[in-house]
């Protein structure tokens, strides 16, 4: 099944705005510091509350760099690196790059806009102190999983609804973020009898009818404080429609037949976020054809993916194909935004080329999302010329089947021999790929 069922771009199509996607406690930007984490939500914060800020500056500055435009932080707020004090010199060094640092804010789940803490600004602590608040599965029993960290408020109630706008109010007085993204959550909804009553539509994992009554309200209160603040709500979907009306669409599905007239209710300006992984490689499990295509008069669209993760793949693998597949699909279905995970050092070099293909890709420089094209004008002086870049990726790309994991002893001696003639930094991201292939063979 090919992603590419869509029809061409539009020629003037481009990519307006990119971001990266980061949760705090995977960040690994200081390289040879204790306690990063490669994978998980929900995670406890193992690193220092130095490297915390300095795994965010570098990345900002790397952003600012390299025309990234935003960055979204998960766990930005924990007392245990910095809280409000640490976020604020990151939204203030944000701001002198030119880079909008956002905080991801679940407004039903993931702790709220303070993640992990003893604020009164956290949805934890809130419906610890009014447990009857508390969203409540089919059985009436609260969904509160200590172990888990999973505590999820119930949209329908005013008091929940009046504290998720207080809160966000005070969080963009408190600093200078440049925005935020915003989650109606993604890990159960509520049954109690007052949000069956609401929602005319069946809900599995998340409810659009649940994003439709909150995101309003948030974005009223962020707006309130800062106008210009940019805004993305998450939808867990891809805008492909689902073939079956009677789905229930669980995380990265296509969307049901009433998500358009939700999606009418989310405010005006902000960014519409969805999810590639299921509609293109290297998971892809459904056709992404025309019928995707989004409306953007009244809002952005943002097509974001789990490449080069352990959610769907290796970390920092090289994923060059996949996301010039992903950036030209989502251009001829109208989408201006394009989002990667932003949690690896560029100094794995396959993390590095596709940070520097998001930037390259989609832009007046690579309409046409061509990898050939970023190979020749991007790749090239840092792998020591066109016809080595082709050849690094080649490997790269082939080593991602295990089948071929058998021919890497073959291709080795050449790759030392890479090593061996070229200067510095091109010697260097050849290392890199010698010790990626070698790890793969290491059974032991």
């Known amino acids: 099944m090919s992603p590419t069922d869509v029809g061409s771009p539009d020629p003037g199509a481009r990519i307006r705005q990119r971001f990266f996607w980061t949760w705090d406690h995977s960040m690994e930007w ?24 300095e795994d965010y500056k570098r990345l900002l500055t790397w952003c600012a760099q390299h025309h990234i435009d935003g960055v979204v932080a998960w766990g930005l707020l924990r ?16 701001k002198e790059v030119g880079v909008r640092l956002m905080s991801g804010v679940g ?20 419906l610890e102190r009014h447990p009857e608040l508390y969203a409540q599965d089919a059985e009436g029993r609260p969904l509160r999983d200590l172990a888990n960290r999973v505590h999820l408020a119930c949209p329908s109630r005013r008091e ?27 890990t159960g909804v509520c049954q109690c009898k007052t ?37 993305a709500c998450e939808t867990y979907s891809h805008p492909q429609p689902l073939e079956n009306p009677d789905t229930i669409p669980t995380f990265g599905d296509g969307k049901p037949h009433w ?21 293109a490689d290297p998971r892809q499990q459904y056709a992404w054809t025309d019928a995707a295509h989004v409306d953007t008069g009244l809002r952005q669209h943002v097509m974001r993916a789990h490449l080069a993760t352990y959610w769907f793949g290796m970390r920092g693998e090289l994923a060059l194909d996949w996301l010039a597949d992903m950036v030209r699909s989502s251009l001829s279905s109208g989408f201006d935004c394009m989002s990667i995970f932003g949690e690896v050092s560029p100094f794995c070099v396959g993390a590095e080329l596709n940070y520097l293909a998001l930037e390259h890709f989609g832009s007046d420089r690579n309409p046409g999302a061509s990898v050939d ?28 089947q295990a089948a071929y994991r058998a021919k890497i002893p073959g291709a080795l001696p050449r790759i030392y021999r890479h090593i061996a003639a070229l200067p510095d930094g091109p010697a260097r991201r050849w290392v890199w790929l010698a010790n990626h292939l070698n790890s793969l063979m290491v059974t032991m």
Do not use: K
């Open 259 to 279: 998500a358009d007239a939700c999606l009418d209710q989310f405010p005006e300006g902000v960014f519409v976020q969805w999810v590639a992984d299921r509609f």
């Open 30 to 53: 200081v390289l040879n510091s204790t306690g990063a984490q490669t994978y998980g939500a929900n995670n406890p914060y193992t690193r220092l509350p130095g490297t915390f800020i």
């Open 107 to 126: 407004l039903n789940a993931y702790g709220g806009i303070y993640y992990e803490g003893d604020s009164p600004y956290s949805l934890i602590a809130h």
């Open 373 to 400: 094209v970023f190979l020749r004008d991007v790749a090239a002086p840092l792998l020591g010329g066109e016809a080595e870049a082709q050849e690094f990726v080649g490997y790269a790309v082939a080593a991602r």
């Open 160 to 186: 929940n609804q009046e504290f998720a706008a207080d809160s966000l109010r005070w969080l963009m007085e408190s600093i200078p973020l440049g925005g935020v993204q915003i989650e109606a959550g993604d």
């Open 195 to 231: 949000c069956r009553n609401r929602r005319q539509y069946p809900a599995g994992v998340f409810s659009w009818e649940d994003m439709a009554l909150m995101y309003p309200l948030a974005a009223e209160a962020v707006r309130s404080v800062d106008p210009d603040a940019w805004i």
């Open 79 to 94: 007392d245990c690196h910095g809280g409000l004090d640490a976020a604020r010199v990151l939204c203030e060094y944000a």
